[in-house]
């Protein structure tokens, strides 16, 4: 799927490529919800927000997470990987992610 504009942008499209985001997120590890009890993370969501809605990796995105159980890591197509793996780092509880 390409990336999502005002033109093809519908409260489906929206919530599906929102729920691959928690999905990588959730899959390297990293947990949001912990990290931002000890620090203002609302930049870094606003950002993954927008780099995942503007990803034309959406297809690819979910064939990998539906088979990703043998995968380790973010891998290098996630539009977000730069950024879940500098949270990774700050986050004591997620092991090294690749």
């Given at each position: 799927m390409p990336a999502l504009t005002p033109d093809n942008l519908t409260i489906e499209t929206f919530e599906a490529r929102m729920s691959l985001?928690?999905?990588?997120?959730?899959?390297?590890?990293?947990?949001?919800?912990?990290?931002?009890?000890?620090?203002?993370?609302?930049?870094?969501?606003?950002?993954?927000?927008?780099?995942?809605?503007?990803?034309?990796?959406?297809?690819?995105?979910?064939?990998?997470?539906?088979s990703a159980s043998t995968h380790t890591g973010v891998p290098a197509f996630c539009a977000n990987r730069q950024l879940i793996r500098k949270l990774a780092k700050e986050d004591p509880d997620v092991p090294s992610v690749p």
């Amino acid at each position: 799927m390409p990336a999502l504009t005002p033109d093809n942008l519908t409260i489906e499209t929206f919530e599906a490529r929102m729920s691959l985001r928690r999905r990588m997120f959730g899959r390297s590890g990293v947990s949001v919800a912990a990290l931002s009890a000890s620090r203002d993370l609302a930049p870094f969501v606003r950002e993954s927000v927008h780099t995942c809605l503007a990803c034309e990796s959406s297809e690819i995105c979910a064939a990998w997470l539906d088979s990703a159980s043998t995968h380790t890591g973010v891998p290098a197509f996630c539009a977000n990987r730069q950024l879940i793996r500098k949270l990774a780092k700050e986050d004591p509880d997620v092991p090294s992610v690749p």
